[in-house]
């Protein structure tokens, strides 16, 4: 049950509230430039800023009560900048009872990631766990019960239409913009730090970049949580994702960071036409300043914390205190035994309450008899052991960027079964050449003792019983296989799944609770169509349904009969369209293909075409598949 309370009841609650000044204007925040010289490192990039020495001049927007927690939205000074104070807007929140018990909990910091937004559930769930967590809308939006703001209600708050009824009183930057998607002003300051009419300084500098100004918040956000009374201020925590991931790195290196969880950000931004730029604001430049406890959630197809580049981010910072994550076949999402990292790793290290276990040891062997690799996994057995399972990949670039987006999202990962031998697991690697290199990691699923709910990388609640834990990524040349005599000894395939034993592994879903499933296989040179082959696949549904089979952004609508016996379907690619009704013209090129009882078929951002939707609901129990092949006539 939710109840309001009224902002005359306020002056009880545990937030230190401090009237906002009406004296003559603040002094600037950041020092201003010596001689036209910007910084040119990250010492000098923080130089002059403490972010204590501020007064936090909070305001309560709104206080209510879910579930035992107490909740507000706030707004705390960041700065003075230009002459101007910018305000953070966040959720906070704590449990109801750790004021009567008078108990200190540790703080918890939520970074929103790019087209995210602040949100109670985050709050809420991690509140109930005996958190005082803190999600603060660094662009402004923020989704709580009667409190939205929307991108359309940030834009009444700049316009400031207070008379419009969805108007809600928001982040304000002041005479900046560290706004996104959209920003106030037109483009993306976010990789640019060259001057703007709204940014700090009139020169090339890194101060003029989003992504310094929201990690200046952040370190606000954090004094915000060290002054509340209720709040060890010994015991505060930082995470995020995507956007939000590079900016807790970003903030890690504050020393009042006691644990840090980046998940699929904050290891690769490594790339920028400005030298300056990667100098100051690179990955690279505040992983080596990170001394703190850290865990990398990292799934092995993300687009935007690239799993090739997490080796060098382990050599990089200065923690001896890590551990790595990473979901085969994900892309920017993950499901609950990833996602649960982040809490774990926070019960371990600002509660105490929780052990990882060790990362496994790893041994990959080149040279071996048979000329197949062979990959050695010792694990930590301290805890209950579901599962463990090797991926391994032939596409992996060594100089992978940003302009490798498709390949990287689309990468795919062979699954092996390893085999106990006394004390360690083998898994023999089978390659179909030597002239690409070869990535390996193992993935060890533990049991939980009790399950653990959390909200996930976009605040949907999980439960989970298990956790993964990630050894690190092994990089292999070609050069390096070929020196080891290492044999191609993987023929090509017209089975492309036979869907027997551990076939799973090698496709995934984001809701393993429906049925949808996708794979990469047909971007593996293994699976590569033969000309004039058609799709074939061998489908059993106790019902009369649709079911949707999709290839990258084409696809085509099937009728299942129903009943006992399998139905064979075929396709050519005549048979599939995309949203423009274009056909498919051939098979080469194919990355992704899926099954779904339906899929929608969605425009590119700013095209005013309308989504399309193929399937409809699915009836009966899930259907069952053999045979996936391409069908080659005679």
């Not at 960041?78 to 101007?84: E, L, Q, S």
């Not at 390949?407 to 690697?429: C, G, M, Q, S, Y």
């Not at 653990?452 to 990089?475: E, I």
Request: charged share 20%; hydrophobic share 35%; glycine share 6%.
């Amino acid at each position: 049950m939710t109840h309001t309370i009224h902002k005359r009841t306020l002056f009880a609650c545990l937030l230190l509230v401090v009237t906002v000044s009406t004296s003559a204007q603040a002094a600037e925040t950041l020092p201003a430039l010596q001689d036209e010289h910007a910084p040119q490192n990250f010492a000098e990039m923080w130089a002059g800023f403490d972010p204590r020495s501020e007064p936090l001049e909070t305001e309560v927007l709104k206080e209510w009560e879910e579930e035992g927690v107490v909740l507000q939205i706030v707004r705390f000074r960041i700065g003075v900048f230009k002459g101007k104070t910018a305000r953070l807007a966040a959720v906070f929140g704590y449990p109801k009872q750790a004021v009567a018990n008078k108990q200190k909990l540790p703080g918890l910091l939520q970074i929103h990631g790019g087209g995210q937004y602040a949100d109670y559930r985050a709050c809420l769930l991690n509140a109930r766990r005996g958190y005082a967590p803190l999600s603060i809308a660094w662009a402004g939006r923020i989704n709580a019960p009667d409190y939205q703001v929307t991108p359309a209600e940030v834009k009444l708050f700049w316009d400031g239409k207070t008379d419009d009824p969805r108007y809600n009183i928001t982040t304000d930057w002041g005479a900046l913009d560290g706004y996104h998607a959209p920003g106030k002003n037109p483009g993306n300051q976010f990789p640019s730090i060259e001057p703007e009419a709204w940014t700090l300084n009139n020169i090339e500098s890194p101060r003029n970049s989003g992504w310094f100004l929201c990690a200046l918040a952040a370190r606000r956000a954090l004094t915000f949580l060290e002054q509340q009374p209720l709040v060890d201020p010994d015991r505060l925590g930082v995470y995020g994702h995507s956007m939000g991931g590079k900016l807790t790195v970003l903030t890690a290196p504050d020393a009042r960071v006691k644990a840090a969880a980046p998940s699929c950000g904050g290891i690769s931004d490594r790339y920028n036409r400005s030298p300056l730029f990667c100098q100051t604001l690179g990955d690279n430049v505040s992983l080596k300043q990170i001394s703190c406890p850290i865990i990398f959630l990292s799934p092995a197809n993300d687009f935007h914390g690239r799993i090739g580049n997490l080796p060098t981010a382990i050599e990089e910072i200065q923690s001896s205190d890590w551990r790595v994550t990473c979901s085969p076949h994900h892309n920017h999402q993950d499901t609950p035994d990833f996602e649960v990292a982040t809490m774990l790793w926070m019960d371990q290290h600002l509660k105490g309450s929780f052990t990882f276990p060790q990362t496994p040891k790893t041994e990959l062997t080149l040279n071996t008899t048979d000329g197949v690799p062979r990959f050695t996994v010792i694990p930590d057995e301290s805890r209950t052991i579901h599962s463990i399972d090797v991926y391994y990949s032939r596409q992996g670039k060594t100089d992978e960027g940003p302009q490798d987006r498709l390949n990287t999202k689309h990468r795919f990962w062979h699954h092996v079964k390893p085999v106990k031998a006394e004390d360690a697991w083998i898994a023999n690697l089978p390659l179909g050449n030597i002239n690409q290199p070869l990535w390996v990691y193992a993935n060890i699923r533990y049991a939980l003792d009790e399950p653990v709910s959390g909200a996930g990388y976009y605040y949907r609640p999980y439960t989970t019983k298990s956790f993964n834990l990630s050894s690190l990524l092994q990089v292999v040349s070609p050069a390096e296989l070929q020196a080891a005599d290492v044999q191609a000894t993987r023929e090509p395939s017209l089975l492309i799944e036979d869907f027997k034993d551990d076939w799973r592994q090698e496709w995934f879903s984001y809701q393993p609770d429906k049925w949808t499933i996708t794979t990469h296989k047909l971007n593996d040179g293994l699976w590569k169509a033969p000309p004039q082959a058609q799709l074939a696949l061998e489908v059993r549904a106790a019902e009369a349904n649709q079911m949707v089979v999709v290839l990258d952004d084409y696809a085509t609508e099937v009728e299942l009969t129903g009943g006992p016996d399998w139905q064979t379907i075929t396709l050519k690619p005549s048979d599939f369209q995309n949203l423009a009704g274009v056909t498919l013209s051939d098979w080469q090129g194919i990355r992704q293909l899926k099954l779904t009882p339906a899929e929608a078929q969605r425009p590119t951002r700013g095209s005013k075409t309308k989504q399309r939707i193929l399937g409809k609901n699915w009836r009966g129990p899930q259907p069952t598949f053999q045979n996936l092949h391409w069908q080659v006539d005679p």
